[in-house]
């Protein structure tokens, strides 16, 4: 009994597991930064101001967590 706790509790999560893929994808792509120096994506994802930018970063990980839990 104690084994399939442990088992259940080491398992990542979906919303980790999203998490982790949308702080890949900003970093690698720069999505919703400010500035628009740097390598790599450089589209329509900049935000002028910070609440742009949390809004933009929430839509993301929302994208991941559809991706990681297998939704269209």
């Known amino acids: 009994m ?7 509790g080491s398992a990542r ?3 980790d597991i999203a998490l982790d893929l949308m702080k890949f994808v900003a970093m690698t792509t720069g999505y ?8 790599g994506f450089q589209g329509s994802g900049s935000a002028s ?5 949390a809004a933009q970063l929430l839509e993301l990980y929302g994208k991941c967590r ?3 839990e297998g939704k269209k």
């Open 2 to 8: 104690e084994e399939a706790a442990t088992q259940h």
């Open 13 to 15: 999560r979906n919303e």
């Open 32 to 39: 919703g930064r400010t500035t628009s120096s740097g390598v």
């Open 49 to 53: 101001k910070p609440d742009e930018y």
């Open 66 to 68: 559809a991706v990681v």
